[in-house]
């Protein structure tokens, strides 16, 4: 026993002492220092090493030396550090690389980081199976990158190739590029006759300028624009262009070049600077020449030059004057010249002489006073002849009222003929000689009024639904106010005194106005009933608070007899009326309602042209909407967190009757939305009858499949919404033509005022209710307390919300599939409103290489619900490479990204994909979808998903396409575009 126990003790002994070298051994490895990783750099470059104002790609490497590429460090890098000049903030990366210069190679997992607002590029790798002593070439292309001022800026890199935090080198040097940022600009412009007779534009630039791919556009006075295409030849010396014109153009006014760079690249700007005219030249080194210019006109002192300068020198006249840098040409202005000999001497000591003499050019009016039936003429005279002249008629502002053009004749004369003037006014005329710009202005005349003249109406008739407003139109001749007279009392039983006053203001007088009759108000103690529908005019109601104006009830259907006359009182019109004419006040019809959906840059558009007084709101319409606005039964719903991207549900009312209601509760100046809230959010007062609570009208939204023992979520416009929330969330445009009023919902911004939201799967009813018992009752009986609510009229369509979705085509194995091509595109389909736009971005997997991250933008979504993502630039990549796909910018942003992969040629066979044989869908051969349900003869989905295959909502009725066979209630997309022409008029009527 002792012996084992001291052999043991033995054995453990050695043991223990064992380990302790070991651990000796171990702890000698672990202190000992980490072999440096990179020895050095070589071989930085940064190509181009120029750069210019606008974005370009940068290609970009460096030589990493004296790496141990073998021993499996992970997430080595090299980051580049960019100048602080450099713009980082749009750029992106491709071509990363990390490859060994030797022999033997290395593997490497190549990744990238771009921080914009570090302006530093960071590219990191992973070694395997390389040499212990290798060199490595980092390399990346930096596209679109900016330089942000001019100078030279270096980009530089610091190096870790053992990945252990701390960069073995520093601030090496990658490269430098020289930036020339600062765009040359125009110097000055003239248009002349050069010596050799050519009609030239001359362009002096700031500095040397590249024009190989430059075109001009020459501006004239009457609004024409002459383009000269190509200006390659014209560079006649640096920064100083000649373009040849063909033409001396005397109505010339500015010019502006496309496409004109400085050396750099820098361009030149677009925008358009004065051209100076010169009508008459003077060769200055056309030695002993003798030229002539009338007094007052433009000269073009010539030199064959650049930056020469002149001694001019005659009468009253000493001075020196110079073309400048990059230019050929001076102009001298004679206005201050008397008529007499100058000479001009240039630098080299040629001398020429300019004889000034005097045009002549007068005009006087023919008379001293003009009536303003008699044509207003004058008589220009001039020393020379065959003289082209503008001359025009100035009122007592000094503003051009008229304006004719002519010729002086072999006599020296042009007889100028305004024709007739009906504004009273002094006046003055002024002729301009076309070609020197030389003028001559007459004394004062005046226009007086010519007599007693008449008012008379535009129509014969017109034609108004009871409870709308009337236009009727007067003309005034020869005098600025009337009285027109509506009704009869005697035999009527009403009858409306109306004075018109053309123009508040004299310069607003146009001979006509236009008197706004509401037919709602008519009959009425208070209230706006008459009006002009022009700022400029006016028109007023003289007997409102009269017996024969107050009724107790809205003015009845049928014929009125209307009376025009040059009077100041109805019983004078009576007496000698000028003009006889009818309104037709016609019954009234129930609303209706349809339901059509567009998206959030469709509505955007709607609000932009009612905004913007300068645009067409028609064509604006027409041209944002095409397919965009469609009839629906359905909307899709953003359902994510910060929801912005919901459809847009447009409420298509037709009200006739309701417009007078509208004005009545309303301001001058309120829009169609401000005039629909008021009308919903007024109390039906039991004008002439019974009250209750209700309000004029309702617009309610309601669900339909609240679920069991649950109350239905409800959305009454008025109750819910304050005006300024609901000003947010609609938009309304008046049809004043068709009586359709348009209102644009925005769901999700109904979904953030609102108690109750609209969210998948429920099921809407819209009702807009007519309850405004003076428009019900019209011209009958007053409704007792039980008839009221009978009477209502309610228009209504119905709805259902689903959420926003969108797919991918995709292959036999659930891929999406991208042709090997520069404009690569992958498709898809999705539930959202036509004309919706987002983004689709396609990130390389990491097995490929190279890796690329590209994204289409603005892609829209067609009539029928399908999108084309492109272009995507896959011409780098090969076939069988991977990737993900992914929506940006949608409603739908929120799916998982999509597997897909490169290929030659995508297949566009006609296999419908997972579902299985279609059955007996229909003749329209679409898929199901993933129910793999039989739909019924129409093609569409009826299964247990809910969705709906085709975008037309289709009943099993379409026809064999699947597709809806008209456009019912909407009138098809004519009737959108009617809807602005009434916000229009519906605009001018509150002004």
């Known amino acids: 026993m002792t ?29 000992a220092p980490a072999a440096a990783q990179a020895s050095g750099t070589s071989g930085g470059n940064i190509s181009p090493d120029t ?55 290395n593997t490497t997992n190549v990744d990238s980081n771009l921080d914009a607002s570090a302006n530093t590029v960071t590219i990191e790798w992973d070694d395997n199976n390389g040499m212990a002593g290798d060199s490595l070439n980092v390399s990346f292309t930096a596209d679109q990158v900016s330089v942000t001022e001019s100078g030279d800026f270096d980009v530089t890199a ?117 051209v100076t005219f010169a009508p008459s030249v003077v060769t200055t080194y056309d030695d002993s020449g003798n030229y002539e210019a009338f007094s007052g006109e433009n000269v073009a002192l010539e030199s064959n030059t650049s930056g020469d300068s002149f001694d001019i020198d005659g009468p009253g006249v000493s001075r020196t004057r110079g073309t400048g840098a990059n230019s050929l040409v001076y102009v001298v202005d004679t206005d201050d010249f008397e008529t007499g000999d100058y000479n001009i001497t240039n630098d080299a000591g040629t001398e020429t002489t300019l004889e000034v003499s005097n045009l002549g050019l007068e005009v006087e009016a023919d008379e001293e006073e003009f009536e303003t039936d008699e044509d207003v003429t004058a008589t220009v005279t001039s020393d020379t002849i065959n003289r082209d002249v503008t001359v025009e008629l100035l009122d007592s502002d000094g503003d051009v009222y008229d304006t004719v053009t002519g010729e002086i004749d072999t006599n020296g004369e042009f007889d100028a003929n305004f024709g007739q003037v009906s504004d009273e006014d002094t006046y003055s005329i002024e002729v301009t000689d076309d070609n020197s710009g030389i003028t001559a202005t007459s004394s004062d005349f005046d226009v007086v009024e010519a007599g007693e003249g008449g008012v008379q109406f535009a129509d014969a008739s017109s034609e108004v639904v009871q409870g709308d407003v009337a236009e009727i139109t ?42 706004l009759f509401n037919t709602y108000q008519a009959g009425q103690a208070s209230g706006t009933i008459v009006e002009a529908a022009s700022d400029d005019d006016e028109a007023t109601l003289d007997n409102q608070s009269s017996d024969a104006q107050t009724l107790g009830k809205m003015l009845d259907t049928g014929d009125y007899e209307i009376i025009s006359a040059s009077a100041s009182n109805a019983e004078d019109a009576f007496s000698n009326e000028d003009d006889v004419s009818t309104l037709l006040i016609e019954e009234r ?21 009612l905004d913007d007084d300068d645009v067409d709101v028609v064509d604006a319409i027409n041209n944002a909407t095409g397919d965009t606005i469609t009839e629906t039964e359905t909307i899709a719903l953003d359902t994510s967190s910060n929801p912005s991207d919901s459809d847009v549900l447009v409420h298509q009312i037709t009200a006739p009757g309701v417009e007078g209601a509208l004005s009545n509760v309303s301001a001058d100046g309120d829009d169609a939305t401000t005039q629909l809230y008021n009308l919903l959010s007024t109390s039906n007062n039991g004008l002439n009858g019974v009250s209750n609570s209700d309000n004029a009208s309702s617009l309610v939204l309601e669900e339909q499949n609240p679920g069991r023992n649950a109350d239905p979520k409800t959305v009454d416009v008025a109750a819910d919404l304050t005006e300024s929330q609901f000003t947010s969330a609609f938009t309304v445009v008046y049809d004043g033509e068709t009586d359709n009023y348009y209102v644009l919902t925005d769901i999700d911004t109904v979904n953030s005022v609102a108690s109750d939201t609209f969210e998948d799967g429920d099921e809407y ?171 019924g003869e129409d093609g569409t989905d009826d299964g247990e998903d809910g969705s709906d295959d085709g975008d037309d909502g289709s009943d099993g009725e379409d026809g064999d396409d699947g597709s809806e066979d008209g456009t019912p209630g909407f009138g098809a997309l004519v009737a959108l575009v009617a809807l602005i022409a009434a916000a229009l008029l519906a605009t001018r009527r509150n002004e």
Not at 53 to 81: L, P, R
């Open 474 to 515: 007067v003309e005034l001749e020869d005098v600025e106010s009337g009285y027109v007279v509506i009704g009869d009392a005697d035999e009527a039983n009403y009858q409306a005194n109306i004075s018109v006053t053309d123009g508040v203001d004299d310069a607003d007088a146009d001979g006509e106005v236009t008197i």
């Open 158 to 274: 610091d190096v870790d190739a053992n990945a252990d935090g701390t960069y073995e080198e520093t601030d090496q040097t990658v490269g430098t590029v020289s930036a020339d940022v600062d765009a040359p600009s125009i110097r000055k412009a003239t248009h002349y006759e050069n010596g050799t007779t050519t009609p030239v534009l001359e362009v002096s630039f700031s500095e040397d300028v590249d024009v190989s791919s430059g075109s001009a556009d020459i501006g004239l006075s009457n609004g024409t624009v002459v383009s000269v295409s190509d200006i390659s030849g014209t560079e006649a010396a640096p920064g100083l262009v000649q373009i040849p014109t063909t033409t001396v153009y005397n109505n010339v006014e500015n010019v502006s070049v496309s496409d004109v760079t400085d050396t750099s690249g820098n361009d030149v700007s677009s925008d358009a600077v004065d």
């Open 765 to 935: 009813q819209v009702d807009f209710t007519v309850q405004d018992q003076r428009l019900l009752r019209g011209a009958g009986s007053t409704f007792d307390s039980d008839e009221l609510e009978d009477a209502y009229e309610t228009a209504n369509a119905t709805f259902a919300v689903e959420e926003a979705e969108a797919e991918f085509d995709t292959n036999n194995d659930d891929l999406v599939e991208a042709p090997l091509s520069e404009e690569s595109s992958i498709t898809g389909t999705t539930n959202v409103a036509p004309g919706t736009e987002f983004a689709v971005r396609l990130r390389s997997d990491q097995d490929t290489s190279p890796r690329f991250t590209l994204t289409a933008d603005e892609i829209a979504v067609n009539a029928d619900g399908s999108f084309e993502a492109a272009p995507y630039d896959l011409s780098s990549q090969s076939v069988n490479d991977t990737f993900t796909a992914s929506f940006r910018q949608a409603a739908f942003s929120g799916q998982d990204a999509v597997d897909g992969v490169i290929v030659e040629q995508v297949d566009d066979g006609t296999e419908d994909g997972e579902d299985g044989e279609d059955g007996e869908d229909g003749e329209d051969g679409t898929d199901d979808g993933e129910d793999g349900t039989d739909d």
């Open 589 to 609: 019809t129930a609303p209706e309602m349809a339901l059509w959906r567009t998206s959030g840059d469709g509505a955007e558009s709607v609000s932009d042209a």
């Open 3 to 31: 012996n084992e126990t001291t052999t043991r003790k033995k054995v453990n002994a050695i043991f223990f002492a064992a380990v302790m070298v070991v651990s000796m051994v171990a702890v000698g490895f672990a202190a």
């Open 51 to 105: 750069a210019g104002s606008g974005e370009q790609s940068y290609d970009i490497n460096i030589t990493v030396d004296g790496v141990d590429s073998s021993n499996g460090n992970t997430d080595a890098n090299v980051t580049f550090k960019f100048a602080d000049e450099f713009d980082l903030s749009s750029a992106s990366l491709t071509n990363q690389a990390v490859e060994s210069t030797g022999a033997d190679t």
